[in-house]
T-cell receptor, first 113, second 115 residues
Framework: TQLLKQSPQFLSIQEGENLTVYCNSS?????LQWYRQEPGEGPVLLVT?????EVKKLKRLTFQFGDARKDSSLHITAAQPGDTGLYLC?????????????FGTGTKLQVIP | DAGITQSPRHKVTETGTPVTLRCHQTENHRYMYWYRQDPGHGLRLIHY???????DKGEVSDGYSVSRSKTEDFLLTLESATSSQTSVYFC??????????????FGNGTRLTVT
C-alpha cells in the first residue's frame, strides 16, 4: 500500500498570510493531484502534476511535484477566506494497478478574515 | 457537473443489518470507485470497477462487497453493518482510459451511521 502523508494536518491563519502544505511518500507516483473539499461535498480537482520537478500555478496557488516524484507541495499566497477547506493530495502508482488512486491524510485549512 | 448521484445521502442503520449504497452516473465512464472518509485518514479506497462485472479490492475492502451489472450503476453493500463502518462514503468516476493523470470526479457522499 502506498502511503501519502500530508502536513500539517490543521492550519489556521489570518487572511493575507502565506502557507505551504506538504504531501510526502516513500513511493514513486506516476502523477499527483491536488483536490479541495468543502463541507458536505465531494473533493474537487485543483491540479494534476505529471513530470518530476513540474511547477503549476493556479492564480494564488502554486503546486510543485518533486524531482523524484515522491512528494509535492501546495503554496498559497495571500490566503483568503474562500481558500478555507480540506486539501487532499492523491497519487497513482508508477507500475501496475494504476487505477488505485491513493489519497493523502488531508490538511484542513481555515483562513480567518 | 460529472453527473454522479449517490443515494441515499444519509442513512442510520443498526448493527448487523445489511446496507446498500448506490452510485449512478450519466456519462458511461468505465472506471468507478468507492471511498470512505474518516477524520485523520483522508479518503481510503474500498473497491473499484473497471467495467461491467469487473471489480477489484482497495485497501479497506473487508466487510464490503460491490456489484456493477450496468455501466451506470455501482453498488456498495455492507453485508452486516458494524459501528466501525460509520463513515462518509464517496463514489467517484474517472473519465478516459484511466492512464496518466485523469482526475476523479466525486459525488456528494452518503453519510452512514451504524448504531
Amino acid at each position: 500500500t502506498q502511503l501519502l502523508k500530508q502536513s500539517p494536518q490543521f492550519l489556521s491563519i489570518q487572511e493575507g498570510e502565506n502557507l505551504t502544505v506538504y504531501c510526502n511518500s516513500s513511493s514513486v507516483f506516476s502523477s499527483l493531484q491536488w483536490y479541495r473539499q468543502e463541507p458536505g461535498e465531494g473533493p474537487v480537482l485543483l491540479v494534476t502534476v505529471v513530470t518530476g520537478g513540474e511547477v503549476k500555478k493556479l492564480k494564488r496557488l502554486t503546486f510543485q511535484f518533486g524531482d523524484a516524484r515522491k512528494d509535492s507541495s501546495l503554496h498559497i499566497t495571500a490566503a483568503q477566506p474562500g481558500d478555507t477547506g480540506l486539501y487532499l493530495c492523491a497519487g497513482g502508482p508508477l507500475a501496475g494497478g494504476y487505477q488505485k488512486v491513493t489519497f493523502g491524510t488531508g490538511t484542513k485549512l481555515q483562513v480567518i478574515p | 457537473d460529472a453527473g454522479i448521484t449517490q443515494s441515499p445521502r444519509h442513512k442510520v442503520t443498526e448493527t448487523g443489518t445489511p446496507v446498500t449504497l448506490r452510485c449512478h452516473q450519466t456519462e458511461n465512464h468505465r472506471y468507478m470507485y468507492w471511498y470512505r472518509q474518516d477524520p485523520g485518514h483522508g479518503l481510503r479506497l474500498i473497491h473499484y470497477s473497471y467495467g461491467v462485472k469487473d471489480t477489484d479490492k482497495g485497501e479497506v475492502s473487508d466487510g464490503y462487497s460491490v456489484s456493477r451489472s450496468k455501466t451506470e450503476d455501482f453498488l456498495l453493500t455492507l453485508e452486516s453493518a458494524t459501528s466501525s463502518q460509520t463513515s462518509v462514503y464517496f463514489c467517484a468516476i474517472r473519465p478516459g482510459t484511466g492512464t496518466g493523470g485523469s482526475p476523479l470526479h466525486f459525488g456528494n457522499g452518503t453519510r452512514l451511521t451504524v448504531t
